[in-house]
């Protein structure tokens, strides 16, 4: 899970570095992300997450690296679009030059 929530801290910085997203839009993903790895490492120095602890956290992380990937144009929607159903192609090697 901390690699995970690094990934995306990552994808956050580079997004922002290569101005794909703003400032106050990176500032809350990261907030989002460090609430995340707090939970993270508060589990982890306890020595045991239960799964459904586990899954939720991970839900939770998915959701903000959606926001980003939607946010940066690295989405590409499913159907009409009418839900905002974004579905993520992942960071690939070009990332976020496009």
């Avoid at 997450?49 to 899954?55: G, P, S, V």
């Avoid at 690296?65 to 946010?71: E, I, K, P, V």
């Amino acid at each position: 899970m901390i690699n995970q929530i690094e990934s995306v801290d990552t994808g956050i910085r580079a997004a922002m570095q290569a101005n794909r997203i703003k400032p106050d839009e990176a500032r809350d993903l990261r907030t989002q992300v460090s609430q995340l790895d707090r939970a993270a490492q508060k589990a982890a120095r306890d020595g045991t997450m239960r799964a459904t602890r586990y899954q939720q956290l991970l839900r939770q992380l998915d959701d903000v690296s959606q926001r980003l990937r939607a946010d940066t144009g690295s989405a590409f929607l499913i159907g009409s679009g009418g839900d905002g159903g974004y579905y993520p192609n992942g960071y690939g090697p070009n990332y976020p030059k496009g």
